[in-house]
């Protein structure tokens, strides 16, 4: 049953609570999936963070405190754990590879037609 976490019970709430609860459910299992899937490499690691990572520490923003409670009632911390080790990973990807550009390939010289004020410097970069 999708309204249960590890045999947790769902708590006492409306229908609609209940529905955003299976629904955070189902997005947890689907990035439990990918992460056990990416564990024992059967994912391309680099291809699929060049490509989701952002999606990935997204999801975990947004999850990350379901995550927490539900781990706090159950006294189980695997709970969602390979969903966690993929953001690891995500993050891990992000600081080695601020760029998706291949570096030494020329750059082409890309201009707004619309005046745009200059963005800030990009943490890390002068």
Do not use: C
Not at 57 to 71: D, H, I
Request: glycine share 8%.
């Amino acid at each position: 049953m999708l309204s249960v976490v590890r045999g947790l019970p769902p708590p006492n709430v409306d229908d609609e609570a209940k529905e955003v609860r299976r629904s955070a459910i189902r997005i947890g299992n689907h990035f439990e999936e990918i992460g056990i899937l990416m564990k024992h490499g059967v994912i391309d690691e680099a291809i699929f963070l060049d490509r989701y990572s952002w999606n990935i520490r997204m999801a975990w923003q947004l999850f990350g405190s379901f995550v927490a409670s539900n781990r706090k009632v159950a006294g189980d911390t695997a709970l969602f754990e390979n969903f966690e080790l993929l953001v690891v990973r995500a993050e891990n990807f992000d600081r080695a590879h601020p760029s998706g550009y291949p570096a030494g390939v020329r750059r082409l010289n890309v201009e707004s037609a619309r005046p745009v004020p200059p963005a800030a410097p990009l943490q890390g970069n002068p």
